[in-house]
């Protein structure tokens, strides 16, 4: 059966695609399940897919992250470790066992007998599950109700609950596969020796801004993420067409994770279709602060900025979004209000984001900069030193 990981670029139309897949399949007496982690993501997909067919049908599913790990990977099987039913999810945005980093006691995952300690999971009083480790709740969840599944020479443990999804569906997609981490790729791990259930994920590595756990497991980087797919037996393949963006802000974007070696971006809009007045300004432009109002008012762009706090005076009454709320949003045109490290990678130290503890400092910025079908302007002062960037003058 397919197992197989797409990493679509920005705009490549990865929500599309499977949304496609899914249709083409219930077409043929398939069933589907499209996973994905955030919320916006999952009203878009339901939404095209009403749109499509009238309404969602039962043979097609959609479902968040944590929604599936609860309904289909821990409660049909959670009494193999909970004597009780838990009642819901209890999000969490650091670890729910550590206090002004200390670790709380009584929170390990084992008891001093070695049983499976309840704390470690779900909350003592409102038996809720504990959202940073739901992943490894299920994985747990798993290890208790194994099966031996033999794949060519190897031997796999595939708990109950992923062989009861081989009986429902016949594909499961994720989308924005970016966003997992840690424990969830154990459960990837699982899902890829299912013989009777295809697994496809799609994702664009590069904008990982948003994740499912505060995970100290590995993989957390984009590299190892790639790798682990590769571990576990998954074809690789390419969207690298963007239906959003012209050549020049495709081909600097791309200038942003050129270590990675991902493939080249190729832009699928054709300028020469474009009206008079869009066409006259195409690409990446540095804009100087003298020159700003004269830019707003001739283009008047999106403004994009890294948080709330940032140059408030420049974005009153204006359009603006912060880098993560853009994600997945098209703009004609943009205008960054660049970080330290966005402002020195336009100066041309490549290195700028080198020095961060994660990815996600250099994702947003690749996020940022990939919203905008016409052009992209960077509120910029200092001397422009890589290729691709053009000086604006009223």
Request: with cysteine; net charge positive.
């Amino acid at each position: 059966m397919t197992k197989e990981l797409i990493i679509a670029c920005a705009g490549a139309g990865k929500s599309a695609k499977i949304i496609n897949d899914a249709i083409a399949r219930y077409r043929e007496q398939k069933r589907s399940l499209i996973l994905t982690y955030t919320d916006c993501n999952q009203r878009q997909i339901i939404q095209r897919l009403s749109s499509e067919l009238g309404a969602v049908p039962p043979e097609i599913k959609v479902k968040g992250w944590f929604t599936f790990l609860l309904e289909d990977m821990i409660r049909p099987y959670q009494s193999c470790i909970l004597q009780y039913r838990v009642s819901g999810l209890n999000f969490n945005e650091t670890d729910p066992h550590k206090r002004k980093g200390y670790t709380i006691t009584g929170r390990a995952e084992r008891a001093s007998n070695g049983s499976i300690n309840h704390k470690h999971f779900v909350t003592k009083e409102t038996k809720k599950a504990h959202s940073a480790y739901l992943s490894k709740f299920a994985c747990r969840v798993a290890e208790e109700t194994k099966i031996l599944r033999k794949v060519g020479r190897k031997s796999y443990k595939i708990g109950c609950a992923t062989e009861r999804l081989e009986e429902i569906y016949d594909a499961i997609f994720i989308d924005e596969v970016q966003d997992l981490v840690g424990w969830d790729f154990e459960l990837l791990r699982l899902l890829s020796v299912c013989q009777e259930l295809d697994v496809i994920c799609v994702g664009d590595f590069r904008q990982t801004i948003y994740q499912t756990a505060n995970a100290q497991k590995k993989p957390k980087s984009n590299d190892d993420k790639l790798s682990y797919f590769q571990e576990i037996g998954f074809s690789q393949s390419s969207m690298n067409k963007s239906r959003r963006s012209v050549a020049a802000i495709c081909e600097f974007s791309d200038k942003i994770h050129d270590g990675l070696k991902f493939p080249s971006t190729l832009s699928g809009v054709d300028e020469k279709e474009l009206p008079a007045d869009v066409a006259e300004h195409l690409g990446v432009f540095a804009v100087k602060k003298t020159d700003l109002e004269a830019y707003y008012d001739r283009y008047h762009p999106t403004i994009l900025r890294h948080s709330q706090a940032v140059d408030p005076q420049t974005c009153s009454g204006r359009e603006v979004f912060n880098f993560g709320k853009s994600k997945g949003m098209t703009f004609d045109r943009t205008l960054i209000l660049p970080t330290g490290p966005q402002r020195a990678f336009l100066q041309g130290d490549l290195r700028a984001f080198s020095g961060g503890s994660t990815d996600k400092a250099v994702n947003a910025f690749y996020v940022a900069s990939t919203r905008a079908r016409y052009s992209v302007g960077f509120l910029l002062d200092e001397d422009i030193g890589i290729d691709g960037v053009t000086i604006w003058r009223p």
